[in-house]
């Protein structure tokens, strides 16, 4: 005979089932302990926000500002992601801002004084971009020569290119078309609204992919036996990125709608963060900046990965390039400058971690959104930019410093 069941053996049931308090905290507090770094500063980022638009009385998010915002932080959020790729591998590159410029100097170059078409200037900067950072890849991967060195080389290098080639002059304007990329909006089509109607359209198919790849994601944890979010937090979830991407979407829409260049950003975060989370060559990004001889003895075809890195991210270096030379106007010697220490600090931020292996591409978004929205609501209020500096740093530090006390806490 069985014994009977009593009313505290059904009390401990129901605690520590996945439906119970106990089973609903415990997986809300695994959550946050896997995504620590990106939830939490996805909450900085957010009180950040809030602080800054009472302290300018609603000025940081009127639909100017923000599209200003987007535009004002691309070519940083671009380099962005290249950087968190280049640091999940273990490796870093202090060339990014200097190829930058020289890229806007080549563009310059190929289409004022030689009235090249935009388009294949733009195709051929691209171009240059990839074999510079298939050139630094090269010393890195297959001689041996230590990330640091090489791209400390190549930053040298590249800015003094950028100087030969300008001959020292600033070289303007660019053409119309390609002074779109960097200011440009979406061209206006249907039936007159209030609102821009393909930013409206763009957002709802947004909307549907992330929706989309929320269910599928928590389908797959479910195939595998993981741990799920309850029915109703998912639905609050979900719930709330779909009221983000709404009151973002509407407020582009009710000035000249999406630019051009946050297409691009949509672009690079969909197809970088699918191959980083999905692609092979992802997987092994991040099991050779976790272990790297372990990566090795499981057959990772270390210096092959770790040279398209460097070829991934010369072309985005050279995207960053392109942009900000068409947001400027011009092609200018002094372009670039910082842009490496910006990036690096968006994608630490962000979640990357200084040993490698960790970080994720929405995270060097969120990173430079951070920095982005701390500059512009500070120059806002009024804040000098030496007081900027000081902030910023800190803020870099404390990001850094909650790394490895995570790590000291989660080893313990």
Known sequence: MSAPTTKTDSAAGAASSPGGPDGLLGTLARGMRANMRQYGMLLALALIVVLFQIWTDGILLKPQNVTN????????????????????????????????????????????????????????????????????????????????????AGMLLFRGATQILLEGQTLRPFPDGFQSVGNGFIPEMGPYTDYHNPTLVIALAVILFVLWREWRDRK?????????????????????????????????????????????????????????????????????????????????????VTFLVFVNMGVLAALAGVVYAARLTAATPNAGINFELEAIAAA????????????????????????????????????????????KGLVLLAAVGFDVWNKRRVGS
């Open 220 to 304: 797959r944890q479910e195939e595998y036996e993981l741990d799920v979010i309850p029915m109703g937090l998912f639905v609050a979830k979900c719930t709330a990125l779909v009221a983000a991407i709404v009151a973002f979407a509407l407020t582009l829409a009710s000035y000249h709608g999406a630019p051009i260049v946050l297409l691009v950003l949509c672009g690079l975060l969909i197809a970088l963060g699918f191959v980083m989370r999905n692609a092979v060559i992802g997987r092994h990004v991040y099991a050779l900046g976790g272990n790297r001889p372990a990566a090795k003895l499981s057959g990772v075809k270390d210096k092959r």
């Open 69 to 152: 915002l987007v535009q004002q932080n691309s070519y940083i959020l671009i380099l962005a992601i290249g950087m968190m790729i280049v640091i999940i591998a273990g490796h870093i590159d202090l060339s990014v801002g200097s190829l930058a410029a020289f890229i806007g100097a080549a563009a310059g170059v190929m289409m004022i004084k030689h009235d090249m078409p935009w388009a294949l200037a733009l195709a051929l900067c691209l171009l240059i971009g990839a074999a510079a950072g298939a050139w630094q890849g090269f010393w890195i991967a297959y001689i041996g020569i230590p990330s640091f060195i090489v791209t400390l």
């Open 348 to 391: 630490f931020i962000g979640g990357a971690s200084a040993s490698g292996g960790v970080g994720t591409v929405l995270g060097a978004i969120i990173g430079g959104l951070v920095l982005g929205v701390l500059n512009n609501g500070m120059s806002l209020v009024g804040i000098g930019t030496d007081y900027q500096q000081v902030i």
